[in-house]
């Protein structure tokens, strides 16, 4: 089974704090995403990734930045956290070349970040 | 602008009927389309997919229907079951905006009734 792990499932920061977002996959997969999920708005793309020290941005960029060093690891970085970014954020993987995504992504549990 | 729609946002179903889930797209590169299940505080679950060269998939009790000429695809739940009751998303992925991506309607909340 595709296991894709968020680090934490519940943080709290304050406002202006940096934070980092973990998630690790362990199916050699090309492809990593990151959304938010809001009631109403359902899942958004924040940012996402088809190849180590690539990164492309997705519908919500704004207030965020993510890293991939490694194939198997992609982080999400709120540089100075607000509350508007309070979210559940998920993190996804695919296999599968940029051109054909025709491989449904496999979701960790989720990271539910409150910023007060 | 929303390219994947869930027109109903909740949905109430007796136990052992049917469910039968909505979803409308606009664009017409979308080429691969996907349904998941999501319980509260989990991240969503993979159900079943269907690519667009395809009008039907079928896995167990979930049937995914395409119709390409209305941009419109649905998720059927026969018989259905209380544990089925969960928030489901539909996704398109294809080339849009530039690059390839997977897109996410809104959600529907189903309840499955006992």
């Known amino acids: 089974d595709v296991k894709v792990t968020q680090s934490s499932r519940y943080l709290v920061k304050r406002t202006g704090e940096k934070v980092f977002l973990e998630c690790v996959q362990d199916m050699d997969h090309e492809n990593m995403f990151w959304y938010r999920q809001d009631p109403g708005l359902g899942l958004r793309l924040i940012y996402f990734s088809y190849d180590v020290k690539m990164k492309e941005k997705g519908d919500i960029p704004e207030g965020y930045s993510v890293s991939r060093e490694k194939k198997e690891r992609f982080s999400l970085i709120l540089e100075s956290a607000s509350t508007n970014q309070t979210s559940m954020y998920l993190c996804?993987?695919?296999?599968?070349?940029?051109?054909?995504?025709?491989?449904?992504?496999?979701f960790g549990n989720g990271t539910r970040l409150t910023v007060t | 602008d929303q390219q994947v729609k869930q027109n109903s946002p909740s949905l109430s179903v007796q136990e052992g009927r049917i469910s039968i889930l909505n979803c409308d797209y606009t664009?017409?590169?979308?080429?691969?389309f996907l349904w998941y299940k999501k319980y509260p505080a989990e991240g969503p679950t993979f159900l079943i997919s269907?690519?667009?060269?395809?009008d039907k998939n079928e896995d167990g009790r979930f049937t995914v229907f395409l119709n390409k000429s209305a941009k419109h695809l649905s998720l059927h739940i026969v018989p259905s079951q209380p544990g089925d009751s969960a928030v489901y998303f539909c996704a398109a992925s294809g080339y849009t905006s530039g690059t390839y991506k997977y897109i996410f309607g809104t959600g529907t909340r189903l309840k499955v009734l006992a």
């Open positions: 269907i690519s667009s060269i395809k």
């Open positions: 996804a993987s695919s296999s599968g070349r940029r051109i054909t995504y025709n491989s449904p992504l496999h």
């Open positions: 664009n017409s590169m979308f080429d691969y």
